[in-house]
């Protein structure tokens, strides 16, 4: 593949898109909820310095599901708009090849997906050093918004090539889209709830005698109450969080570093839904469990559970696997929309034009 011929083709590309008023309204509409947003963050939180870095959490999440909602409109008719209305054929005359063209127009689409970034960039610079995040975070998050915005421009142009019909391309690059991240929450959900564990609670708890006016209360002067037994279920999330891997928004949040308050309050939305994603990982309590109250009344015997850090330091990340799915999936539709384009074709649709 020749670098200037691609080059040429996404120049060509994006002065097409670039003549577009409905681009700038969109890229305006976009940068008026990110102030919206910005200046809620500031009434909820109050102290700039606190909520800098809940801002900008919630800044890349909230461009991340922009670009997931807009990126298939803007990519899925790439190729098979341009053979309804017969500019494909002239290039393909040319001595552009089909790879060129396809990867052409997978580098334009990914760059127009990235004009929402750098519309947030402003908000993001702002509430990074506000917030004084971490750089590292920053860096990392970013890279990973990037990587994830060329994964949904690859699976709009990938299906434009594949489908002969814009309609069909972008209604399956939104069907693609809804089931990477609709699709994987919700079969998280009914995956865990299907999937339960029986738990029997067996307890008793210290009975005290009515005080008299003035009497205090002798923790040590009790009877023991009655052993309560009750069952009930409980979810096995652990069996089933793995289909979370290739959630968009999951793998932006394990692959994002994060840290926690000195009481292990999530310092920004990135450590909360960390937190969330790595808890579902861990094995619930199941069987027969049992509490004697009558042992410690004073209540200090109690063990305390796992921190923070040290769910997330014990659990395994899986963003890197979720992001090679999304990559053999966005990469497999580009071959696709390469073997479908090429020409000679040996069959095409009824009505495609080709060179």
Sequence with gaps: MSPARITTLVNL????????????????????????????????????????????????????????????????????GDRDAATLAPIQVTLATTAEIVAAKFVAAWITGLAFLIVAAPFLIFAGVVGAVAPVQVLVSLLVLLVEVGVVAAIGVGFSGILARPLFSVAASYLTIAALTVGTGIAFGLGGAAVTAEVTNISRYPVYEELAPN????????TC??????????????????????????????????SFGEYGQPDDFFAGAKLLLRQSQITPDMGEQRYDGCADPNGMNYVEGPTPDDVVASTAPSWFVGLALQLVLAGGLLVGAWARTKTPAKRLPPGTRVA
């Design 13 to 80: 590309e994006l002065r097409q898109r670039l003549r577009n008023v409905a681009w700038y309204v969109l890229l305006g509409i976009f940068a008026v909820l990110l102030l919206g947003m910005t200046v809620l963050s500031l009434a909820v939180f109050g102290d700039l310095q606190q909520s800098g870095s809940w801002m900008y959490s919630i800044i890349v999440y909230f461009v991340l599901l922009l670009a997931l909602l807009v990126s298939p409109t803007l990519s899925g008719n790439a190729i098979n």
């Design 225 to 258: 109450g009655p052993w309560e037994t009750y069952t009930y279920e409980v979810p096995r999330y652990d069996l089933v969080w793995g289909v979370l891997a290739a959630n968009p928004f999951a793998v932006l949040t394990d692959a994002t570093p994060v």
């Design 215 to 222: 009497e205090e209360l002798d923790v040590n002067n009790f």
